[in-house]
């Protein structure tokens, strides 16, 4: 069993939607937790950082943490064909450094 | 955030040579980090790299086949030795402490 668990898709909405990425992970220990975007062919961008559980909000992205079912969430309203592309959630522990990655979801919006 | 540039974005490279990876970043850091992004899967620790000591292989990885050099607080260079084509890759360095940024990545093709 992985340490992270990500659908791979493809996700595929309709511009406006609002679209849903999940993660679950095994791993207790994780408090960190983030969520990087990743176009073809460049680096991963990061998006959303939380610790430990709750919500996090930055304007059409809304991140959320359950530590007791070990589930990651990553809202994003109001869909653009620009957010195309693939979404990698990522945790660590307490020490922030080793970052454990899912395998990314692929996510299209048509115009 | 850290800006952060690879050298060379990408190269076609001949079963058995070395390849040396270069990563700069705008300033001074105390840890970087080399991923691995094999096709079409998520990204994976190659190594932690602090400046004055070893750098710290992940299991799977050893120092034989990808040494790190790490010479000052802002620079990192990592080798891919004795290349196969199952090294076909993006490589990527990354900066921080608990959230970490991304390089743009190298995009090797092993042949």
């Known amino acids: 069993q992985k340490e992270v668990e990500q659908d791979p898709g493809p996700l595929s909405v309709p511009e406006g939607a609002i679209v849903s990425l999940n993660c679950t992970y095994s791993?207790?220990?994780?408090?960190?937790f983030m969520w990087y975007r990743q176009y073809s062919r460049k680096g991963p961008e990061l998006l959303m950082y939380t610790y430990s559980s709750g919500n996090k909000e930055d304007g059409r992205f809304t991140a959320q943490v359950d530590k007791s079912s070990k589930y990651i969430s990553l809202f994003i309203r109001d869909s653009q064909p620009s957010d195309s592309a693939t979404y990698l959630c990522?945790?660590?522990?307490?020490?922030?450094?080793?970052?454990?990655f899912g395998a990314g979801t692929i996510l299209r919006v048509k115009s | 955030s850290a800006v952060i540039s690879q050298k060379p974005s990408r190269d076609i490279c001949q079963r058995g040579t070395s390849l040396t990876i270069q990563c700069q970043v705008d300033s001074q850091v105390t840890m970087m980090f080399w991923y691995r992004q094999q096709p079409g899967q998520s990204l994976t620790l190659i190594a932690t790299a602090n400046q004055g000591s070893e750098a710290t292989y992940e299991s799977g990885f050893v120092i034989d086949k990808f040494p790190i050099s790490r010479p000052n607080l802002t620079f990192s260079t990592l080798t891919v030795s004795n290349m196969s084509p199952e090294d076909s890759s993006i490589y990527l360095c990354?900066?921080?402490?608990?959230?970490?940024?991304f390089g743009p990545g190298t995009r090797l093709t092993v042949l």
């Open positions: 791993n207790s220990a994780f408090q960190y």
């Open positions: 990354s900066v921080g402490a608990d959230t970490q940024y």
């Open positions: 990522a945790m660590s522990d307490r020490y922030g450094n080793k970052l454990v």
